[in-house]
Structures are given as structure tokens and as C-alpha cells.
């Protein structure tokens, strides 16, 4: 008998910790032919139908359809014959650190390792995908003295960006073309003491957030984007205001912003984008490149509006709610807390909190 074929969920973008299980399209115990589609996956940026990469029976079906899979995962196994038994499931992570595990992107060699080493990964952001050989160098980092800053003063206009990602170099951009404030560095567990983004020094990881503020740095801005898990840009915040810091609003030059609005500090306003007369933006939230927010919508906290995203007038946006590129909201709908609207969809009438509108849809069906 040949060794059954893992199906394992790819990382379809760089930047983005998971993906809906939109639809599945086969069972336990089906034959398949390779080539055939096994399920669709969407973020909030694509829509992707994971096929089969051989023939064989399917078995082992590790999730549901309506369920986040992260990349790395096993959705289940093509074997020679569908009474085949897939191997356990790999040891959870203890309850006290899941909450904040479960939306990080780690291959399952990683996890395993990190369970051995009992290594905690409840720092680490979700905006990296975690290798095996990360987690190996962490553990080898963790046995050593924790670094110092280099002795100096910053004055009152230091700005520290936390995360190094995709996120983390639009606002470097976004920083530089403003001029107000200056950088004092990054700060990202995933990323090595010493190295630079865009030529911005990566100053340590959130070990040293009390030490800047100490040196002078008092303000931040939090570029954990929080796409597909917004938990982890809410857990950003968290630790920043426990630490001492302000999160300036942030608007690129580019962007327009209407005299009566009001954008609540941590607000990040994207290029091209626009808020409209008495719209009303919560803490933390992002309104990114040409989205739209019209006349008296409002955003609650760490809302984030994708580039593209269209809001009509008197719109009402949820906390922690992703809306996705491309989505058209229509005039006075209410959308609620922690949904997730996918690219492209239209919403015409409210949408419940923690609902679920799939990429290319009109809500409602």
C-alpha cells in the first residue's frame, strides 16, 4: 500500500493568518481523482479551490465547512483504501496559551517542537508564518541573556512601529511622508535583533517595550493588520497601553479627510482613502488604501475596511469587524461586531455580529 497524501492547507497570502473554510466538496470515505476540487478557501484578499494533487480515497477530515483553517493545517488524507486510519492529531497547547494560539500560522512540525521545548508562542504575531527552524532558533534565544537597548535618549517625536510586516512598511511609508514624528525603530518577535525593514532598525521584540518607553519612546503605531484573526492586533494594543504608550491617528498625505469627522486615537488611514462629513472612526481602526467611508458612518473599535471597501452614507460598522476588498455596503446598513465580509461581496441589508458573508455574494442570498 502506498503512503497516504496529507492535504495540507496552503499560506495563500503573506500577510493574512488564515482562512475561511467557505465550502467542502467531498466526504470522508469518497473516491477522488486528482485535479478534483476538494474545497474553496477565502481570506479577506482571495478566493482559492484547493484540488487534488492524486487519486485515492479521502479520509480524516479534520474540519467543517464555516470553520478558519490556518496554513499548515491538515484538512485530511488521500490513502489507498478509505478504512485507513489517519494518525492522532498532534498534543494540544495547553488552555492557558490557546486563546492567543490559535490564530497563528505555524506548520505542524513547528507546533510539535514548540510543545516539547513547552515554548510559549503567545508572543509571536500572527502576521509571520512560523517555520520549524524559527521556532528552533527562538528556543536557542530564550536560553540567552535578554539584549539591551543601546544607552540613549530619544526626544518627544520617537515613533516605535510595532511589526515588520507588509503593514509595518506601509507605515513606515506613511511616517516618513508626514514628518512629524521620527522612527525610532521596530519591534517584532519574528524578526532577528540587529536587522532592518526598509532601513529601519529591528530594534528587539516586545521584551523591550518598557525599556523604550524608559529611553523616551512614548508613542507607537501597531502594524499587526489582525486580517483573518483580529485578536492578535487587539493583543498589540493591549500590551502597548500596558506599557506606557500612545497610538497617534495616523492619516497618509494622500488621503482625505473631512473637517467634521472624528478618528479616535491608533486610527490608520490609509493612501487614497476617504472619510466623509461626521463619520465617526473608533480606536485602532484601519481604513485602507481607496477605501471609502461616507457621511455619518461609523467604525468601531479596531474595525478594518480593506482597500477598495465602499461604505454609503449612515453606514454602521461593528468592533472588530473585517471587511474585505472590493465590498460595497449599501446606504444605512448595520453591519455587527466581529463579522466577516469577503472581497467583492454586497451587502444590502444588516448583517448579525460575528456573521459571515463569503467572498462574491450579495447579502442577502
Known amino acids: 500500500m502506498a503512503e497516504p497524501t496529507a492535504i495540507t492547507i496552503p499560506l495563500i497570502n503573506p500577510n493574512e493568518p488564515g482562512a475561511l473554510l467557505a465550502f467542502l466538496y467531498i466526504v470522508p470515505g469518497q473516491h477522488i481523482l486528482s485535479g478534483e476540487k476538494l474545497c474553496t478557501l477565502e481570506t479577506t484578499k482571495s478566493t482559492v479551490e484547493l484540488t487534488a494533487d492524486a487519486d485515492g480515497y479521502f479520509v480524516g477530515l479534520a474540519f467543517k465547512a464555516g470553520q478558519t483553517v490556518q496554513a499548515g493545517d491538515i484538512l485530511g488524507y488521500l490513502a ?9 492529531l498532534p498534543i ?10 490559535q490564530g497563528l500560522r505555524i506548520s505542524q512540525a513547528a507546533l510539535l517542537l514548540a510543545q516539547q521545548h513547552n515554548f510559549d ?34 526626544d518627544s517625536s520617537a515613533i516605535m512601529i510595532y511589526g515588520g510586516g507588509g503593514h509595518g512598511k506601509a507605515l513606515i511609508d ?14 517584532d518577535d519574528g524578526l532577528p535583533v540587529g536587522s532592518s525593514i526598509m532601513g529601519v532598525p529591528v530594534l528587539g521584540g516586545s521584551s523591550i517595550l518598557e525599556q523604550l518607553v524608559e529611553q523616551g519612546v512614548q508613542l507607537a503605531a501597531n502594524a499587526v493588520g489582525g486580517i483573518g484573526n483580529i485578536k492578535s492586533r487587539i493583543n498589540v494594543f493591549e500590551r502597548l497601553s500596558q506599557a506606557g504608550y500612545t497610538c497617534p491617528t495616523l492619516i497618509h498625505p494622500t488621503a482625505f479627510v473631512e473637517l467634521s469627522a472624528i478618528l479616535s486615537e491608533g486610527v490608520q488611514v490609509m493612501p487614497h482613502a476617504y472619510v466623509g462629513s461626521e463619520a465617526q472612526i473608533g480606536f485602532g481602526a484601519i481604513v485602507n488604501t481607496g477605501a471609502i467611508v461616507s457621511h455619518d458612518c461609523k467604525l468601531g473599535d479596531y474595525a478594518n475596511l480593506s482597500p477598495g471597501a465602499i461604505l454609503a452614507g449612515e453606514v454602521s460598522v461593528g468592533a472588530a469587524t473585517l471587511v474585505g476588498m472590493g465590498v460595497t455596503v449599501n446606504l444605512r446598513v448595520n453591519i455587527g461586531s466581529q463579522a466577516r465580509i469577503g472581497n467583492g461581496a454586497t451587502i444590502k441589508q444588516d448583517v448579525p455580529e460575528g456573521g459571515i458573508v463569503h467572498a462574491g455574494t450579495i447579502w442577502p442570498g
Open 121 to 154: 508562542l503567545t508572543h509571536i504575531s500572527s502576521e509571520v508564518f512560523v517555520t520549524e527552524k524559527m521556532v528552533q532558533e527562538m528556543i536557542e534565544l530564550s536560553s540567552r541573556p535578554e539584549p539591551k537597548l543601546q544607552a540613549q535618549r530619544y
Open 174 to 187: 506613511l511616517i516618513r511622508l508626514i514628518a512629524t514624528y521620527s522612527i525610532a525603530g521596530i519591534v
Open 92 to 101: 494540544a497547547i495547553p488552555e492557558a496559551r490557546l486563546s492567543r494560539s
Open 80 to 88: 489507498d483504501s478509505p478504512d485507513w486510519n489517519p494518525p492522532p
